[in-house]
């Protein structure tokens, strides 16, 4: 059975940062690239970042580059994301996502449905 859990989430002023982890089961931990995506109401699920192995590979989405950095701890199998200059825009639900190593690059991990395993999301809610 695989699990993400994702915490760290929940209501921040504009201009604050905040810190996502994602606890991991899937094993092993190295064959997998972790991502995280976001969905807002009425909105389909956004790319936000992904990482390979080693750390040495990482993709962001065009509305978050500069201020989001993704990282991960394979002794921990855990993956974080670190927010900072929220915007009202960043509010929405986000999931930590695990894809197996297609061979095919981090980039192949930025589309929903490439993606194995999905966690249970969390708020971010980031208010004027």
């Known amino acids: 059975q695989v699990h993400l859990v994702e915490s760290g989430g929940g209501l921040v002023q504009a201009g604050a940062s905040l810190r996502l982890s994602c606890a991991a089961s899937?094993?092993?931990?190295?064959?997998?690239?972790m991502a995280w995506f976001r969905q807002a109401p009425g909105k389909e699920r956004e790319f936000v970042a992904a990482?390979?192995?080693?750390?040495?590979?990482?993709e962001y989405g065009d509305p978050v580059k500069g201020r989001f950095t993704i990282s991960r701890d394979n002794a921990g199998n855990t993956v974080y994301l670190q927010m900072t200059s929220l915007k009202p825009e960043d509010t929405a639900a986000y999931y930590c996502?695990?894809?197996?190593?297609?061979?095919?690059?981090?980039?192949?991990?930025?589309?929903?449905?490439?993606?194995?395993?999905w966690g249970q999301g969390i708020q971010v809610t980031v208010s004027l």
């Open positions: 996502a695990a894809r197996l190593n297609s061979g095919q690059g981090v980039s192949d991990v930025a589309r929903a449905t490439a993606i194995d395993y």
């Open positions: 899937v094993r092993p931990f190295s064959a997998y690239y």
């Open positions: 990482i390979n192995w080693r750390g040495n590979s990482i």
